[in-house]
């Protein structure tokens, strides 16, 4: 087999690799970051984890973070407020986390998320929300 | 650190750049070896636009040519230039290690040289800059004023 081929195989390996340790990183740092606590509120809210480096935040996050309403969003520049950045186990940006509202995150999102993600999330953090409600009335 | 106006598409040609000419060096090389000088010429391109913004080969084309002509539109965003910089350091410091590698260890130079160019073109596809967050990163551990 020629370089070129040998070449292609090496760095598809790295490239596999890399995916998997990035996969097996954001599942151990989301299960760790989903039992963090933040303030209560009246209903479920967002902690977005910025910082001016991050040209994503400014390019992808933001804009979708626009489109969702009626939601209250907690902006975090994450090396200035590094001990919640430590307690959500912030290692990238952005980093979106859907709270609940007694303070009690329920979705992580390491990189990007999307409008309709974060909708979703918020949609289930609500209903959540509601049946606790429900249960305690 | 400030942000500042940093026009988007000429960091998209800049990744446009170094897609093609390792693709170029890395297909090209097989029909015709000495097309591999073309992964230690990127390097220094890479290089010298770090440090000197008006050497940078591929955005001077974007600046001189693509931009005047209509060719590309900008794209003009508020952010900072320093984790782009780094990125693109960190791109040419592997296409030197690559380049070390060409001559005695053929693979490791072209893998090395691949992973540069997967790297670019995540970031020119999807936005996600690996560099930019080795640079927060290295802010976060103190090790560099990020």
């Known amino acids: ?93 952005p980093t979106t986390v859907v709270m609940s509202s007694e303070g009690r995150a329920l979705h992580v999102n390491y990189g990007y998320a999307p409008a309709n993600k974060l909708e979703r999330q918020l949609a289930e953090a609500r209903r959540e929300s509601d049946m606790k409600e429900t249960a305690t009335a | 650190m400030a942000l500042t106006t940093i026009d988007h598409s000429a960091l998209k040609v800049n990744q446009t750049g170094i897609v093609a000419t390792v693709l170029v060096a890395f297909i090209g090389s097989y029909f015709f070896r000495p097309l591999l000088v073309l992964i230690p010429l990127l390097a220094v391109v890479l290089l010298l636009g770090t440090f000197a913004p008006q050497l940078a080969l591929f955005k001077q084309l974007y600046f001189k040519v693509l931009k005047p002509r209509g060719i590309v539109k900008p794209r003009p965003v508020q952010d900072r230039p320093e984790p782009h910089n780094f990125a693109q350091g960190l791109g040419g410091v592997f296409l030197v290690v690559s380049s070390l590698f060409l001559l005695p260890l053929p693979v490791v130079g072209l893998a090395i040289a691949l992973l540069v160019a997967v790297l670019a073109f995540i970031n020119l596809a999807f936005g996600y800059c690996v560099g930019c967050q080795i640079y927060y990163q290295l802010g976060r551990a103190g090790l560099i004023k990020a």
Request: charged content about 20%; glycine content about 6%.
């Open chain 1, 1 to 93: 087999m020629s370089s070129q081929l040998w070449a292609l195989a090496a760095a598809g390996s790295v490239v596999l690799a890399a995916a998997g340790l990035e996969l097996w990183r954001s599942a151990a740092a989301r299960r760790h970051a989903l039992e963090a606590k933040s303030g209560p509120a009246v209903e479920p809210y967002i902690i977005y984890f910025t910082g001016e480096g991050c040209t994503v935040c400014r390019t992808h996050q933001e804009p979708a973070l626009a489109r969702l309403h009626d939601v209250r969003i907690d902006k975090v520049d994450a090396l200035a407020d590094r001990g919640l950045a430590d307690r959500f186990h912030v290692y990238t940006l």
